[in-house]
């Protein structure tokens, strides 16, 4: 027979020091019927996916501890008839913002826990990367850029370069984070030629900057991005900067002030782009490489999430 709930928490996501993790959820567990936390001895990625697929078996309600790349992972290690909960540990948390958590340490986490116990089953839509990988939001060029300079100064690496578990961004501390990404700027200046396909149509331009491909309508903040957007539309949008660097600082400047962005807009099931060079892809906020032939495509209510 299966149990309600058990917690999943990643040791090394996010702001908090791993060895506070499991008391910060404490209380947390025994909002979800006094479940177990488990994850904290993990030492791999491999490792914790396995754990989250064996999980996964045997309870009803997954409850994902972490950030939006270790939702990413868990999302991409169970079956597609899992039920996940999430719980915001990480240092964006856009899945949080987009279900309505507000983020405050512990307090924030008992919150999610009690959502998630007095909330019911959702259909929420996933994307999936390149025909193999279940994504929320992606980004290429500059935006996925900033987030390697982050890693690389981390000392996390690349996928292919780091087995491990995704290290915390408080590693090194958050002004080094801040300051990672703000010489991301002064380093990502070239501009792409790019195709892209979609409902039947096709785009070029030669200034392609940078784009965000999501299903969440949020950013962290609750900033807004893409308000037409919704976890169940069955669509995935796409918001496309092909402006010079300056441009680009002052666009990240709106969005923070009055929390909207100037942008290219597309709302498709289906995305292709071809590039004239490689350019650099995150999935979930996790740097993967740079690619030059990428697809999107809407899979609607993949995924079971209690909320």
Known sequence: ????YAILVNPVSGVYDPSKKRAALIQSARILDNCEIFGLNTRSKAEFCELAHDLSKCVETLVVAGGDGTFSDVMNSVGSDAQLGYIPMGSGN???W???YKPGREKGLERAAL??????TQFIDVILYNDSIKTMVNGIGFEAFAIKRSEEQRGIGTCEQNKGLQKSKSTGGLLKYVRATASAFFDY???AAIQLSFDGETI???RFYSATISKYPKHTHNASVMPGA???DGKLHMLTLNKNLALTIKDVGLAVTLGMVPANYVSSKELSLSTDQPIPVHLDGNYIGDE??????????ELRLVC
């Open 230 to 232: 919704r976890l169940d």
């Open 204 to 206: 070029e331009t030669d």
């Open 1 to 4: 027979m299966k149990t309600s």
């Open 189 to 191: 200046a070239h501009t």
């Open 98 to 100: 987009n279900l309505g």
């Open 115 to 120: 959502q998630i116990r007095n909330g019911s």
């Open 94 to 96: 856009l899945l949080g």
């Open 292 to 301: 030059s032939e990428i697809n999107f495509k809407v899979l609607p209510g």
